[in-house]
Nanobody, 131 residues
Framework: QVQLVESGGGLVQPGGSLTLSCVAS????????MGWHRQAPGKERELVAE?????????????DYADPVKGRFTISRDNAKNTVYLQMNSLKSEDTAVYYC???????????????????WGQGTQVTVAS
């Protein structure tokens, strides 16, 4: 089991910057990826960015970004603090949404040699870009 707590949302003017954070607790070694999704009014929830957690933690994790945020958003991790950040720059009104932290895990099922992937979600934090 993994628990996620997001923070950092708020109101920011167009062109401004904001940093979101997500602190994970629980079965940290089970986490493969952590990332951010967002959902705007009337829209489907969509991937924003994702970063790998498992593997060689001495090197930077591999990342993936949605096209609308490439070059403006940066996802990073602090393994010692079990925290993932989303640095958002050059914010636009189109970025207004509820942002959700997520974690993907691989966990044992109780059946020998069988494991499954699970997804966990934070409560969401509102980001509003407006003047």
């Amino acid at each position: 089991q993994v628990q996620l707590v997001e923070s950092g949302g708020g109101l920011v003017q167009p062109g401004g910057s904001l940093t979101l954070s997500c602190v994970a607790s629980g079965n940290i070694p089970s986490i493969n990826y952590m990332g951010w999704h967002r959902q705007a009014p009337g829209k489907e929830r969509e991937l924003v960015a994702e970063i790998s957690i498992a593997g060689d933690l001495s090197v930077a994790g591999s990342t993936d970004y949605a096209d609308p945020v490439k070059g403006r958003f940066t996802i990073s991790r602090d393994n010692a603090k079990n925290t993932v950040y989303l640095q958002m720059n050059s914010l636009k009104s189109e970025d207004t949404a509820v942002y959700y932290c997520n974690a993907e895990t691989t966990e044992e099922t109780g059946i020998s040699g069988v494991s499954l992937e699970y997804d966990y979600w934070g409560q969401g934090t509102q980001v509003t870009v407006a003047s």
